[in-house]
């Protein structure tokens, strides 16, 4: 039986519940049951004995799926009652010579030891029924949820269907303009909960992709496993994962890698992403090239399939379902070719801030610290620094300028007022200019 592959098409929402019910039988995980044989064995292996209740929580599945194949390993003289539960709660068993042995040898195989995997066909029905296209943006939740950013309305009015679209969306602009500030808070906007398992098999072996750095619980799984109710415990109820990585971006990351320490089959970036957001910052900067980078993403963001593989050989395909981001300070133009950039629905350029918005961080800026500002300081700022430099209003300016101005305060003790004079001495501070490198060399 297993899972029914008509759940891979899709389906109303109020089908999707189906995919996250308790298993009541053997059949109805969808696994083979030499994996759960096995996978008992190995956690029996890290105790001198334990009970159904115990291994059902270690495994996630109801106790008569667990008392199933125990009976059954039993007859093969893999394990052994120790306790009868005249003298315990219950009935405890442990394994025999003949069950040591083959955890010795399943371990070195495959060192997974978590709750019990879910089937591929089981995953990728997951992922579609909690796809990010559900839940649209508005421009009210988007205001609402990115409330602590000053944002521009050309950028409200991109971002907004650029998130609705599920298409990739393309970032750029100057250092400082606020494309990673305002690129991980993306992921306030959704609000609705997923689920993300701890494992997925693939044949015989499992890839483990709960991460916990990653993945945000909501709650902690305190349904008893020996009940039909509740969903089911092979799957951990988060939020939206969000998945940011950067300069530290490598080939081996977007695919399955294997822990040689442990034997354990880890998921790439994009597999703990699916259902969320990935946000590749700093494009341009990684060791590997753009190019390769680049190219990773051409089949997943035009099938929205991705395709990956074992290393022993076996390939295999997921949905790519998740709001690919990329941030880079370099013009999109200079980083891939046309045929490329048609594949990203949506390239937003950040740049410097109006003079008002620019008012109102610093204004901001000024009550966090506890700060207050002399009526000229702000037309110092304009005129004097900005405009005879020609820097540019950016977002960055202001949180970083009045933090230094209060290092400064608390440093001198002075009465906590920003004047131009101090302006000035953190201005200097803060910038490099050409003339600065002249004197220092006269």
Same mark, same amino acid.
Request: aromatic share 10%; charged share 15%.
């Given at each position: 039986m297993g899972i029914d592959l008509s759940i891979l098409k899709k389906r109303p929402k109020s089908q999707s519940n189906t995919l996250t019910l308790k298993p009541k039988t053997l059949e109805q995980t969808g696994l083979p049951a030499r994996l759960l044989e096995t996978l008992i064995i190995k956690h029996l292996s890290q105790v001198t004995d334990d009970d159904v209740v115990g291994l059902s929580k270690k495994l996630g599945l109801s106790g008569n799926i667990i008392e199933q194949i125990l009976q059954k390993q039993k007859s093969e003289a893999y394990v052994e009652v120790r306790s009868d539960g005249r003298f315990s709660a219950s009935i405890?068993?442990? /394994?025999?010579?003949?069950g040591r042995n083959l955890a010795q040898h399943e371990i070195q195989r495959d060192g997974y030891l978590g709750p019990a995997p879910i089937s591929l066909p089981h995953y990728k029905a997951l992922v579609l029924s909690q796809t990010t296209k559900e839940e649209l943006v508005t421009p009210d939740i988007l205001c609402n949820g990115l409330n =602590? /950013? %000053?944002? @521009? !309305? =050309?950028i409200i009015g991109t971002v907004g269907p650029a998130l609705n679209s599920g298409r990739a969306i393309f970032i750029y602009g100057l250092p400082g303009t606020g494309k990673t500030y305002i690129s991980r808070r993306l992921i306030r906007l959704f609000k609705s909960q997923v689920f993300v398992p701890y494992s997925i098999c693939i044949g015989n072996q %499992? %890839? +483990?992709l709960f991460d916990p750095i990653i993945h945000k619980p909501i709650q902690s799984q305190e349904e008893s496993l020996l009940l039909d109710d509740g969903y089911d415990n092979r799957l951990v109820k988060c939020q939206r994962p969000e998945v940011v990585v950067g300069g530290e971006l490598t080939a081996d990351m977007l695919e399955v890698t294997v822990d040689p320490s442990h034997k354990i089959n880890r998921a790439p970036l994009q597999m703990k992403a699916n259902n969320g957001i990935l946000l590749i910052d700093d494009l341009g900067r990684q060791k590997v090239s753009v190019d390769a980078i680049l190219n990773r993403w051409i089949i997943p963001l035009e099938e929205k399939i991705d395709y990956l593989s074992l290393s022993s050989g076996d390939h295999f395909d997921i949905p790519?379902? +998740? &709001? /690919? &981001?990329?941030?880079? !300070?370099i013009h999109p133009a200079k980083l891939a070719d046309d045929a490329f950039l048609r594949r990203i629905g949506y390239k937003i350029n950040f740049g410097p801030i109006s003079a008002d918005d620019y008012t109102t961080l610093w204004h901001n800026e000024c009550d966090r610290h506890q700060l207050t500002t002399t009526a000229d300081v702000l037309e110092y700022v304009f005129e004097q620094l900005h405009r005879p430099y020609? &820097? @540019?209003l950016l977002p960055c300016y202001p949180r970083d300028l009045v933090a230094m101005c209060s290092n400064q305060i608390q440093f001198y003790q002075h009465q906590p007022i920003i004047t131009p004079e101090l302006m000035q001495t953190v201005w200097d501070c803060y910038f490099v200019n050409d003339e600065q490198e002249v004197t220092s060399h006269e």
């Open positions: 405890r068993y442990g /394994l025999t010579n003949k =602590d /950013l %000053i944002l @521009p !309305n =050309d %499992i %890839i +483990q790519f379902e +998740q &709001v /690919l &981001v990329f941030s880079s !300070n020609a &820097v @540019p």
